[in-house]
T-cell receptor, first 111, second 116 residues
Framework: EDQVTQSPEALRLQEGESSSLNCSYT??????LFWYRQDPGKGPEFLFT???AGEEKEKERLKATLTKKESFLHITAPKPEDSATYLC????????????FGTGTRLTVIP | ETGVTQTPRHLVMGMTNKKSLKCEQH?????MYWYKQSAKKPLELMFV???????ENNSVPSRFSPECPNSSHLFLHLHTLQPEDSALYLC???????????????FGPGTRLLVL
């Protein structure tokens, strides 16, 4: 059964304090792994897609990496505006476009 | 931000009411989705339409009825809901499955539903 587990559930960082969020997954053939950012009361905003182990993608202070079992979202020198819930989702290689989501990591960056 | 729009943004309804949620995508996609997001739970896929045909219905109660009149519009008709149906309902769109980055799903802002 396809499964996604994110940790930690919540993370508080001081501004400038770098850290990483984890997404562990079990899927019957990975088609893609997706990272989204979600602000309170809003829909998820697409950040990255990773397709194969070893792949990395960067956007401003965020960097996503992928292995065969997990993905990390590294946040370098975060700012308060990076505070949000970060969601990880996987898509299995079954021909359908279904995403299986984790419960997210709620990040708070303190000035 | 305006690629996928949803209306209304907030909805309060009684258990005997009938209401509809609307979603519109302006991205030229041909697949659309309804998700339910409850507190402390992962997003739950409810319905998938690809090329205007329903291809997935994840055991959703019949009090939720989707409609996809064309590739740009998606509706979720609601009737005789229960308080546990209170949640954020999200619409998303993508290209139909074919492999590659075009399959990324883009979400609307959601409709916050409260059932009394």
């Amino acid at each position: 059964e396809d499964q996604v587990t994110q940790s930690p559930e919540a993370l508080r960082l001081q501004e400038g304090e770098s850290s990483s969020l984890n997404c562990s997954y079990t899927v019957s053939g990975l088609r893609g792994l997706f990272w989204y950012r979600q602000d309170p009361g809003k829909g998820p905003e697409f950040l990255f897609t990773l397709y194969s182990a070893g792949e990395e993608k960067e956007k401003e202070r965020l960097k996503a990496t992928l292995t065969k079992k997990e993905s990390f979202l590294h946040i370098t020198a975060p700012k308060p505006e990076d505070s949000a819930t970060y969601l990880c989702a996987v898509q299995a290689n079954t021909g359908a476009n279904n995403l299986f989501f984790g419960t997210g990591t709620r990040l708070t960056v303190i000035p | 931000e305006t690629g996928v729009t949803q209306t209304p943004r907030h909805l309060v309804m009684g258990m005997t009411n009938k209401k509809s949620l609307k979603c519109e995508q302006h991205l030229g996609h041909n697949a659309m989705y309804w998700y339910k997001q409850s507190a402390k739970k992962p997003l739950e896929l409810m319905f998938v339409y690809s090329l205007e045909e329903r291809v997935e219905n994840n055991s959703v109660p019949s009090r939720f009825s989707p409609e996809c009149p064309n590739s740009s519009h998606l509706f979720l008709h609601l009737h005789t809901l229960q308080p546990e149906d209170s949640a954020l309902y999200l619409c998303a769109s993508s290209q139909a499955p074919s492999g590659g980055p075009r399959e990324t799903q883009y979400f609307g802002p959601g409709t916050r539903l409260l059932v009394l």
